[in-house]
């Protein structure tokens, strides 16, 4: 059975840090780009960061580059999202997703990242 379960969310002061991490089972996680996306209340969810299998390729949106870090530990099936210098706009929940080129893709079930101003 896949599962993709996020943590490591909360409530966090404007400037601060999280570690968000995504841990894997029931697929070859190895084989699967892992991406972060995130849903403002009332909003569309987007894209946050994206890492390759092997992890040696990452992408960010321009709204976190040089602020969030995405990581994985392909031993461990978890990939991870290093949040830094928080800001309100950050508040969101946050998923990762899992997939192949031609499918499938496989969404965890979120977890709520507050930033207070």
């Known amino acids: 059975q896949v599962q993709l379960a996020e943590s490591g969310g909360g409530l966090v002061q404007a400037g601060g840090s999280l570690r968000l991490s995504c841990a894997a089972s029931?697929?070859?996680?190895?084989?699967?780009?892992m991406d972060w996306f995130r849903q403002a209340p009332g909003k569309a969810r987007t894209f946050v960061a994206q890492?390759?299998?092997?992890?040696?390729?990452?992408d960010y949106a321009d709204s976190v580059k040089g602020r969030f870090t995405i990581s994985r530990d392909n031993a461990e099936k978890t990939v991870y999202l290093q949040m830094s210098s928080l800001k309100p706009e950050d508040t969101a929940v946050y998923y990762c997703?899992?997939?192949?080129?031609?499918?499938?893709?496989?969404w965890g079930q979120g977890t709520q990242v507050t930033v207070s101003s």
């Open positions: 029931g697929f070859s996680f190895s084989y699967y780009t």
């Open positions: 997703k899992a997939s192949r080129p031609y499918g499938p893709y496989y």
């Open positions: 890492i390759s299998g092997s992890g040696g390729s990452t």
